[in-house]
């Protein structure tokens, strides 16, 4: 098991040395629920980048040729052609009047990014509120536009987001630009609301009348760890976020804000370092790493994939999202439809492989019927949950 450092006990300065040089001394127990919540694959990444490249097309046809010039980009190698055909339920292929070939959306992968698309237009209003929200949690009230970018896919914004929402509510945000350089560009709130100023925390508790307070996560196995949060939570009242008087050092009232910025995500996770660039703008301690391994019952950390992720635990039943965002939605219907393509590519292959063995005599009958027989076999629990664990993009450019 983990050990956790006591919330009252000071580290030694070997375990500061150590922390502050690097992350690779964290330690959490590993949730297998929230570990497979977070599987990626470079593989569906990569697709979205090129359906991203698709959308911004203007008859939303490309050159393969084209493509291949972006590959190293996408930090991919071989040939951008054998990338495509792999995915035939997502891309078609259109021969070109000088011998080359384009590619473009499919049927079904078209009507899915139109979906997408909807389902973004549908949800300005909420794309509004968070970012009003996020404004409101900040010290100076506004924030960097060049560092608000790093949080925009975190927080289901799509690259647009400034030229779809100012226009839309001008009575909430205003650029301003102090200095006069094109990167000190700030998105400044315009005005306070009040009925916004609720945290995650606060709206849990009216629902239930009860008193805000952080809500554990873990087995009750965990005795050692949740008696330590129970002493952090009983210690003193819960802090809103929003709260205008607070004192810098309070860790109740940065465990809060952290809290609060992951509810606001539509995936309820962030990148540690992404969230480490914001520390003077939400008011958080420069050992951010160290609370949040403090704070396991609310908080989990993985190194998944050699990146940092903090997630909030209360996001997710297993490794379900809770409430899923209809942007949330869409796109694992993205997901979904790409690994159908990927499977059926790799049954065909299968199959045209097993043909040309049998042909040359490197394998009987039976064993070819008991090999078709597992390609083929695509509905059995293994791989079904097998395609499960595929379906979990979560598109982090």
């Known amino acids: 098991m983990a050990i956790f450092p006591n919330y009252f ?3 030694s300065s070997s375990h500061i040395h150590l922390l502050r040089r690097g992350l690779a001394v964290w330690s959490m127990k590993k949730d297998v629920c929230l570990e497979s919540a977070l599987s990626r694959n470079r593989r569906w990444i990569v697709n979205n980048q090129i359906k991203n490249l698709l959308v911004r097309s203007p008859d939303r046809v490309i050159p393969v040729r084209s493509l291949q ?26 021969p070109e009047p000088d011998g080359g070939i384009s590619f473009g959306f499919s049927k079904r992968m078209a009507a899915l990014v139109a979906d997408e698309q909807a389902a973004i237009d549908a949800s300005e209003p909420a794309m509004a509120t968070r970012l009003a929200k996020l404004l409101m949690l900040s010290r ?23 030229l779809r929402l100012l226009p839309k509510n001008p009575d909430l945000f205003r650029l301003v630009n102090r200095y006069g350089r094109r990167n000190s560009m700030e998105l400044e709130l315009a005005r306070w609301n009040p009925e ?18 952080f809500a554990c996560h873990l087995p009750p196995s965990w005795i050692k760890t949740r008696a330590r949060f129970d002493e952090f939570n009983d210690a003193k009242p819960y802090i809103s976020p929003y709260a205008e008087n607070w004192e810098p050092d309070d860790e109740k009232r940065a465990v809060g804000v952290v809290h609060e910025l992951l509810s606001l995500t539509i995936w309820k996770k962030l990148s540690v370092v992404k969230l480490g660039h914001f520390k003077r703008e939400f008011g958080l301690s420069q050992e951010l790493n160290r609370m949040l391994l403090r704070h396991p019952c609310i908080f989990y950390v993985s ?6 992720t903090v997630v909030l635990r209360e996001g997710y039943n297993g490794s379900e999202l809770v409430d ?5 939605v869409a796109k694992e219907r993205l997901g979904e439809l790409m690994q159908e393509g990927l499977h059926e590519y790799n049954r065909r292959r299968r199959l045209i492989n097993l043909e040309k063995r049998r042909k040359k005599g490197e394998i009987e009958v039976r064993q070819e019927k008991e090999e078709e027989d597992e390609v083929l076999g695509l509905d059995s629990v293994e ?3 097998e395609r499960k664990r595929f379906y979990k993009v979560l598109f982090d450019e």
């Not at 916004?196 to 307070?213: F, H, Y």
């Open 9 to 11: 006990k000071p580290l």
């Open 69 to 94: 010039k972006r590959f190293k980009t996408l930090d991919l190698q071989g040939r951008a052609l054998n990338w495509l055909r792999k995915y035939p339920c997502c891309f078609d292929l259109f």
């Open 140 to 162: 100076d009230r506004c924030l960097n536009v060049v560092k608000l970018n790093e949080l925009k896919r975190a927080l289901g914004l799509p690259d647009d987001y400034l």
């Open 196 to 213: 916004l100023a609720v945290s995650a925390v606060e709206a849990a508790a009216t629902k239930t009348g009860s008193d805000p307070r």
């Open 303 to 308: 190194n998944r994939y050699k990146i940092y």
């Open 324 to 328: 899923k965002d209809p942007v949330v």
């Open 383 to 385: 791989k079904r949950e």
